[in-house]
């Protein structure tokens, strides 16, 4: 990039007021730090821009960050050093038409007394959507999950892996143009975790939506991801940025192809060095 331009696109990242531009990253981490009140250093100098259509895991162990990080996409929390812009502007353009974001929980958070439809009908009507608008996106909703045929149905008489669903559900029916995910399926079962992984990333390449996913799951990370952040611990920063790049379709046979596995021992190898280096940094990049 010729140096005008790069002046000129870092003004742009920094100006809240002007157009952040088409081709703006959808989110960008600007020397972004995170210091908790109670001392603890959680993030260090996070620089990371993540793009259109990008499907981008951050993996790491406990403890280092991703949670916060993504808590700050979410514009829950707030940066202690460095800015988070989105779509190039800053957090007050966020829910305006084409800057929607929707977040996912490790718990599925769903109201007990209510049916999965009312469940994920809900945002909506915290918007005042008019029921006309809000059932058809609701039941597309519940069909691209997989719970058309549950729309009447209370949580507790759904599965752990199918409560999930609900809750993912919740946050398409808002139609966001980026997905935020923090461990959503942590607390399944290996195989209802592979399938939910299989859906998820079929509903991915099916739209046109930016996904960030937290995951502590090397193979969940290669499976679901066109990218994958590695971080490291003590304090939480980025440690790797590693392009998933296999051809062909993400199905079972993925999980035990040569190129899977070769991805899964990059990441480890990672890791592994992360957990040596302990305070340091690892090979970033
Ligand atoms: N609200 C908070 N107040 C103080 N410390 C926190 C808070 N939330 C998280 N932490 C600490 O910040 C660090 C990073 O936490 P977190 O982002 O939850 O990591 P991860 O999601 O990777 O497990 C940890 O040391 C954690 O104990
Ligand atoms: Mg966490």
Not at 90 to 103: C, E, K, Q, Y
Not at 112 to 138: C, F, G, I, K, Y
Request: charged share 25%; with cysteine.
């Amino acid at each position: 990039m010729h140096r005008d331009d790069y002046a000129m696109s870092q003004a742009a990242a920094l100006d809240d007021t002007g157009s952040g531009g088409e081709d703006a990253p959808v989110l960008s981490a600007q020397r972004v730090e995170k210091t908790y009140r109670n001392g603890t250093r959680a993030l260090d100098e996070v620089r990371l821009d993540i793009r259109r259509g990008e499907f981008v895991s951050l993996l790491g162990p406990s403890g280092c960050g991703k949670s916060t990080l993504l808590k700050m996409f979410a514009g829950l929390e707030e940066p202690s050093h460095g800015h988070i812009r989105w779509w190039g502007k800053n957090l007050a353009t966020v829910g305006t038409p084409g800057h929607t974001l929707a977040m996912v929980f490790q718990e599925a958070t769903l109201m007990p007394w209510a049916t999965v439809e009312q469940n994920a009908r809900l945002p909506l009507d915290l918007r005042h959507m008019p029921r006309a608008q809000s059932e058809p996106r609701v039941r597309e909703a519940l069909q691209l999950v997989g719970l058309e045929k549950f729309h009447q149905v209370l949580p507790r008489e759904l599965s752990g892996g199918m409560q999930m669903r609900a809750s993912i559900a919740r946050a398409l029916a808002t139609q966001p143009n980026l997905l935020l995910m923090d461990e959503p399926f942590g607390a399944l079962d290996e195989f209802t975790r592979n399938k939910l992984d299989a859906d998820l990333r079929d509903i991915w390449s099916r739209q046109d939506l930016t996904v960030v996913f937290v995951t502590h799951s090397i193979y969940e990370a290669v499976f679901l991801s066109s990218r994958v952040i590695v971080m490291a611990a003590r304090p939480g920063r980025v440690i790797a940025d590693v392009a998933i790049d296999a051809p062909g379709p993400r199905d079972e046979a993925f999980r035990i192809s040569a190129p899977f596995m070769q991805y899964c021992k990059t990441l480890s190898d990672y890791l592994t060095l992360a957990n040596q280096q302990g305070g340091g940094h690892a090979g970033e990049h």
